[in-house]
């Protein structure tokens, strides 16, 4: 009986689990239901562009409902701007007691059949015109005394064409009212490139469907933002992009160096708004037009501008209604020692390191140092330096070539002379000025006091108490250094030499010059100095004893042979 209990309440539980599941399916499923229902609501999908580039296809108005189609805008509609035409969804609203809604599509003809209103054309009219229109006409006749808003409910889609110098998309392409020259001409894949004429950008052809012709300039929009200069594309238009044939020139003190189209009535303003503007904020020296006389390849100068000291009193303003011609170059010229701010940075053992501004030509190592709060007690004067950062980019050819050689082909490519030149470049730590600031600072020779540039480096490394000691030796390493110690000392300290130390070789370097020099054991060693000891050259003796047969052997046979003949 017991058993048949448990069996019981298993079963109960089992169901209940069940249950449970199931609810829990049956909620997800009716989540999915109600987001796929959502998603069918109209309005809260952007028609998508299908496989050949033309949009999705906007849907009639059925009944009251229209179907309200999210289109891409980077402004709102201007009704006095905004043309009217076939495909237009327009809202007529009557406020009242009792509220209506009437929606109204323009119709293939031009005209708009407003319910109980009447029919208008308003094909190639402002959204202004036509509002003013049909709230006339509905305050007139059925609703008077009644508030009315008439507002663009969807606006329509259209065809429009480019051609041209185009990489894709030649033809029709389905657009809407928010459409601009640079939209219509990104969906054709830009301006063609790679052509042996540049292309006309700054007079694209557009001609209207009455066939009136405008001429866009899109560089002078890309160039400034000024948006008049990339319009919305209008029903029934054909852009076409042309190649251009003449240019201008703007050098010298520009943002964007180069050739620009040229387009009749341009002016030395125009060319340097094309170019980004002028460069900086110094003064004009010099403005000047170089000009072809005209059937000639003659040039004349034709100055602008002219003032040695680059006096603030003349802007390009001044000067920007000066018409060009085809092929003018114009060159700005500005101070170039203009407001300048040159900069010393100070790094290590400086009381307050960092960048400070100096007067070029005035400023000295010392005074710097003393912007700098001075030196910290663990300084080492021995070892400071200033980089000049400017040299340390100028490129050696020939320490560039030796490299290259021997990457290629080892040292033995190498002359003797070239070795050693490429040794000595590899060890030279480049830009660094020769001062010595124990001689200036602790004895006050003033012929080390330097003058700064902008862009130097006045590095002061912590002061080093030992001597490294390094290669064969006995118990190689750092050494406690000892004022006024000889090299001698220093290498008992490690343990003398090693088991195949090669003591001819043996070399003593320089903290302060990164110098090598012959190894004494009677030299003052400095704090910061290495003793390096090499190691002897293996050699195989057996090697060395055929190579020596060898070479006798083939000298014998050369004299026996000189003998014989």
């Not at 079963?11 to 796929?36: G, K, P």
Request: hydrophobic share 40%.
């Amino acid at each position: 009986m017991k058993y048949r209990i448990c069996f019981a309440a298993c079963l109960v539980a089992l169901s209940a689990a069940t249950a449970i599941a199931q609810d829990l399916d049956d909620l997800l499923a009716e989540n999915e239901r109600m987001e796929a229902e959502l998603r069918r609501i109209p309005g809260t999908e952007t028609p998508a562009m299908l496989a050949d580039g033309i949009e999705g296809r906007q849907l009639l108005p059925e009944g009251d409902d229209v179907q309200r189609l999210r289109i891409s805008q980077d402004r709102e509609i201007d009704p006095e701007g905004y043309i009217v035409g076939p495909g237009d969804v327009i809202q007529l609203y009557i406020w009242g007691e009792f509220d209506q809604d009437i929606r109204f599509e323009v119709n293939p003809e031009g005209f708009a059949l407003v319910p109980t209103i009447g029919s208008f054309d308003v094909a190639g009219r402002t959204l202004a015109d036509v509002k003013a229109e049909v709230i006339a006409a509905a305050e007139g006749e059925k609703y008077p005394g009644v508030d009315i808003t008439l507002s663009l409910q969807s606006m329509r889609r259209f065809a429009a064409y480019i051609t041209g110098a185009v990489p894709r998309g030649q033809g029709a392409h389905i657009i809407t009212p928010a459409t601009r020259i640079s939209d219509l001409l990104e969906r054709a894949g830009g301006f063609l490139g790679g052509t042996n004429q540049p292309i006309a950008r700054r007079s694209v052809r557009v001609t209207h469907a009455d066939g009136t012709v405008d001429e866009v300039d899109l560089d002078m929009f890309l160039a400034t933002g000024d948006i008049r200069h990339n319009p919305y594309v209008l029903m029934g238009d054909l852009v076409h992009i042309n190649f251009s044939k003449n240019r201008v020139y703007a050098y010298g003190a520009v943002n964007e160096e180069g050739d620009k189209e040229f387009r009749p009535g341009d002016t030395v303003n125009d060319l340097i708004r094309l170019s980004r503007g002028v460069s900086g904020s110094a003064p004009l020296a010099l403005v000047e037009i170089w000009r072809f006389v005209e059937g000639t390849d003659s040039t004349v100068v034709i100055p602008l501008i002219e003032q040695e000291t680059g006096s603030p009193t003349l802007t390009i303003e001044d000067i920007g209604d000066v018409r060009l011609q085809p092929e003018d170059m114009l060159f700005i010229r500005t101070r170039s020692d203009w407001r300048q701010t040159p900069t010393v940075f100070g790094h290590g053992e400086l009381s307050y390191t960092g960048r400070y501004r100096i007067t070029t030509g005035k400023t000295t190592l010392s005074e710097f140092v003393a912007q700098a709060g001075g030196f910290t007690e663990n300084a080492s004067l021995a070892e400071a330096r200033v980089i000049r950062a400017k040299y340390r980019a100028i490129r050696d050819p020939e320490l560039i070539r030796l490299q290259l050689t021997v990457s290629s082909g080892g040292y033995a490519e190498l002359t003797p002379e070239e070795r050693a030149y490429l040794k000595s470049k590899q060890r030279e730590e480049r830009g660094r000025l020769t001062i010595d600031f124990e001689r200036l600072f602790d004895e006050g020779d003033l012929t080390q006091d330097v003058l700064l540039e902008g862009g130097d480096v006045v590095h002061v490394p912590g002061r080093r108490l030992t001597v490294s000691m390094s290669g064969q030796l006995q118990n190689p390493g750092l050494v406690n250094f000892e004022e006024g110690r000889r090299a001698g000392f220093y290498l008992e300290q490690a343990g003398g030499y090693g088991f195949n130390a090669d003591k001819s070789g043996a070399r003593l370097i320089r903290a302060r010059t990164s110098q090598r020099e012959k190894f004494n054991r009677n030299l003052i060693v400095y704090a910061g100095d290495e003793i390096w000891i090499p190691e002897k050259e293996y050699r195989d003796w057996w090697v060395f004893v055929q190579e020596t047969i060898r070479s006798t052997a083939e000298a014998l046979t050369l004299i026996l042979l000189v003998r014989a003949i």
